[in-house]
């Protein structure tokens, strides 16, 4: 990553860094190419582009997802999503896969807790999911400000009516940040009932982050049983083969 951030969320979890000028934080000399080379060396299959908003070191970005692709490399990039359609459509033919934030589904929040507008982050979602990129949409409840439900559910009809039923969505606790250390963190209980209606709208991959101890397993979609086991971040069992669960060989969407 490197500092900056095209948006000023007031609850920013990363705020020293997505706030702040490259000048005023501590940094190292990685050029792309020493970014494949150190993966590669490492043993890892997938280089991320995450922490800050990499939309605001695109060229550098770009640069690497260019090198890491010609290496045999998977491209992931962790963003707000806030990009034009041009840029992105010249990523898109290097990057693998794309966790987008829908911070609400609401234009006048996103102004006042964001510092941004909800179409353009509505058509980069539904342009890197038509050139092939995998997309999951991360919305992070935050209480006073996203947590009300109606809005949630419409986002959930927007998601399966606009992209289908496999887009993985992930509901995350909010924890007090920043701007907004005053508020607290996200009920279980919210978190719940908008995993319960984003299942009720058909979704069939939806999971809740930030909370210790919770389900987040990935499940069959046609027999229910888990094919992929985690424990926090961790994997503790994989049942997929060849991109299908093992149990009733229904395909499993994701990259496998």
Same mark, same amino acid.
């Given at each position: 990553?490197?500092?900056?951030?095209?948006?000023?969320?007031?609850?920013?979890?990363?705020?020293?860094?997505?706030?702040?000028?490259?000048?005023?934080?501590?940094?190292?000399?990685?050029?792309?190419?020493?970014?494949?080379?150190?993966?590669?060396?490492?043993?890892?299959?997938?280089?991320?582009?995450?922490?800050?908003?990499?939309? =605001?070191?695109?060229?550098?970005?770009?640069?690497?997802?260019?090198?890491?692709?010609?290496?045999?490399?998977?491209?992931?990039?962790?963003?707000?999503?806030?990009?034009?359609?041009?840029?992105?459509?010249?990523?898109?033919?290097?990057?693998?896969?794309?966790?987008?934030?829908?911070?609400?589904?609401?234009?006048?929040?996103?102004?006042?807790?964001?510092?941004?507008?909800?179409?353009?982050?509505?058509?980069?979602?539904?342009?890197?999911?038509?050139?092939?990129?995998?997309?999951?949409?991360?919305?992070?409840?935050?209480?006073?400000?996203?947590?009300?439900?109606?809005? /949630?559910?419409?986002?959930?009809?927007? /998601?399966?009516?606009?992209?289908?039923?496999?887009?993985?969505?992930?509901?995350?606790?909010?924890?007090?940040?920043?701007?907004?250390?005053?508020?607290?963190?996200?009920?279980?209980?919210?978190?719940?009932?908008?995993?319960?209606?984003?299942?009720?709208?058909?979704?069939?991959? =939806?999971?809740?982050?930030?909370?210790?101890? /919770?389900?987040?397993?990935?499940?069959?979609?046609?027999?229910?049983?888990? =094919?992929?086991?985690?424990?926090?971040?961790? /994997?503790?069992?994989?049942?997929?083969?060849?991109?299908?669960?093992?149990?009733?060989?229904?395909?499993?969407?994701?990259?496998?």
């Amino acid at each position: 990553a490197v500092a900056g951030c095209n948006l000023r969320c007031k609850n920013c979890q990363n705020h020293t860094i997505s706030q702040a000028s490259p000048l005023e934080t501590r940094n190292i000399y990685l050029p792309p190419q020493n970014v494949v080379k150190e993966a590669i060396k490492s043993g890892c299959s997938t280089v991320a582009y995450t922490y800050s908003e990499p939309v =605001v070191w695109y060229e550098y970005m770009y640069d690497t997802a260019i090198l890491a692709r010609k290496a045999g490399l998977k491209n992931l990039m962790i963003t707000c999503g806030y990009i034009n359609p041009k840029p992105l459509e010249e990523l898109s033919k290097y990057m693998d896969a794309a966790n987008i934030d829908l911070k609400s589904f609401d234009s006048n929040i996103y102004g006042k807790l964001n510092a941004g507008t909800l179409d353009p982050v509505l058509n980069a979602i539904k342009l890197a999911h038509s050139k092939g990129i995998w997309v999951e949409i991360t919305n992070l409840i935050v209480p006073e400000w996203t947590d009300n439900i109606d809005m /949630i559910r419409s986002m959930c009809q927007w /998601i399966r009516s606009t992209l289908g039923k496999d887009i993985p969505l992930h509901f995350s606790r909010f924890h007090p940040m920043f701007k907004l250390a005053h508020l607290y963190p996200t009920p279980a209980k919210t978190l719940k009932s908008a995993k319960k209606i984003a299942q009720q709208e058909g979704l069939n991959y =939806v999971y809740i982050g930030n909370v210790a101890g /919770i389900d987040s397993n990935t499940y069959c979609p046609q027999c229910k049983k888990p =094919v992929i086991n985690r424990k926090g971040y961790l /994997i503790t069992g994989n049942s997929i083969n060849n991109g299908k669960c093992k149990y009733c060989q229904t395909p499993v969407a994701g990259i496998w």
